[in-house]
Structures are given as structure tokens and as C-alpha cells.
T-cell receptor, first 112, second 115 residues
């Protein structure tokens, strides 16, 4: 069964600290993986997309990694800010015109 | 660009009533997706359209749910009759195509509460 599992479910960190969110998937055949950020009361917004051949991709303070062999991805946030408080959703796409497979997200709270 | 527009933003209704959610996709996008989000199940795809044609509605939970896309700039999701378990946030998203390589742009969502 095609599934995306994220951990932890929720996380609280102090402003300025780093954190890493995990995503494990069993989706096949794999096409790409996206990390979305969803602020409270808003729709998800794509942070980064990674294809099979990409291991690391950075977007400002966000760095995503992908290990296609172990089917794991991580999202590392550096020097967290209060505005990073949101849900982060891992989404995996299969090849072809098929629906996306969503994880349930990690709820991150950054406190002062 | 205005992005994906959804209305209403909030809807509170009584069990048994009909509910209609509306979506205007980004101009030029030919694919439209309806999702439901709950704390327990996360984001679930309900149905998606390509060039105004429904492609996959296997995610629609019951016959009480129906969706239409009469033209490229408008879609509706209707629930009739509504039930308390339908309470959720409903998102509409649009993209340039249905392949996963195309980014989906989400609207702000409609928070539905059925009492």
C-alpha cells in the first residue's frame, strides 16, 4: 500500500534552534517528493521538490534531503524563526497521472 | 495573480442541509483538485478534473458528495444532505497538469462545520 509516514507528529522548539523533520514512504513507482508548509488557516505551499536523482536541495533556511534507496526524506530548518510555526507536509508522487500521496504532517511550534 | 479563490471561507450548517463550496482556479491552469483535511486523516483527495472533465472521483466518500466543473474558471463541490462527520476543511487546488511534476497551488480552504 502506498503510504507516507511523518515524524514526529508535533514538535516545540526555541527560536533560533535547528530542527529536523522526517518522512518515510512506501510509494512506488516513485516520481518526486515535495515538502509543503501550511500556516494555520491557510492552504499548503510548496517549499521544495526533489526528484529521484537529487540528494539535497536548499531553499533559504530549509534543506531537504532524499535517500531513494531507503525511501526516506528529511527537512532541516536552520535558525528557526517564529514564522516557521506551521504544519509541514511530505507529499510523494508516483509516475504517471496518479494522485499525490500525502503524509499527515508535523506540527512545528517555534516559541520565544 | 489572485491565486486560487474559494468561497465561502467558513460555513456553518445544520445536519441535513445542502452545502455548496465554490472554487475559482488560477487562470491558465487546466487541472483542478478538491481535497478534504481533518486532524485524524490529514489531506485526502476527493476528485480531480482535467480540462473540465472529471478524471478520478474514487475519493468521494459517498453519493452525498458531488462535484462539477462547468467551465475552466469555476468548480463546485456539493454535499447533500450534510452530516456532522463532513465537518472538515475543504481545499481546492489547481495546476498546469495532472502529472506529479506540476506543482499544485492551493486555495485558502473552506472550513465546514455541520451541527
Amino acid at each position: 500500500k502506498n503510504q507516507v509516514e511523518q515524524s514526529p507528529q508535533s514538535l516545540i522548539i526555541l527560536e533560533g534552534k535547528n530542527c529536523t523533520l522526517q518522512c518515510n514512504y512506501t510509494v512506488s513507482p516513485f516520481s518526486n517528493l515535495r515538502w509543503y508548509k501550511q500556516d494555520t488557516g491557510r492552504g499548503p505551499v510548496s517549499l521544495t521538490i526533489m526528484t529521484f536523482s537529487e540528494n539535497t536541495k536548499s531553499n533559504r533556511r530549509y534543506t531537504a534531503t532524499l535517500d531513494a534507496d531507503t525511501k526516506q526524506s528529511s527537512l532541516h530548518i536552520t535558525a528557526s524563526q517564529l514564522s516557521d510555526s506551521a504544519s509541514y507536509i511530505c507529499v510523494v508522487t508516483m509516475s504517471g497521472n496518479t494522485p499525490l500521496v500525502f503524509g499527515k504532517g508535523t506540527r512545528l511550534s517555534v516559541i520565544a | 495573480d489572485a491565486g486560487v479563490i474559494q468561497s465561502p471561507r467558513h460555513e456553518v450548517t445544520e445536519m441535513g442541509q445542502e452545502v455548496t463550496l465554490r472554487c475559482k482556479p488560477i487562470s491558465g491552469h487546466n487541472s483542478l483538485f478538491w481535497y478534504r483535511q481533518t486532524m485524524m486523516r490529514g489531506l485526502e483527495l476527493l476528485i480531480y478534473f482535467n480540462n473540465n472533465v472529471p478524471i478520478d472521483d474514487s475519493g468521494m466518500p459517498e453519493d452525498r458528495f458531488s462535484a462539477k466543473m462547468p467551465n475552466a474558471s469555476f468548480s463546485t463541490l456539493k454535499i447533500q444532505p450534510s452530516e456532522p462527520r463532513d465537518s472538515a476543511v475543504y481545499f481546492c487546488a489547481s495546476s498546469l497538469g495532472t502529472r506529479g511534476s506540476y506543482e499544485q497551488y492551493f486555495g485558502p480552504g473552506t472550513r465546514l462545520t455541520v451541527t
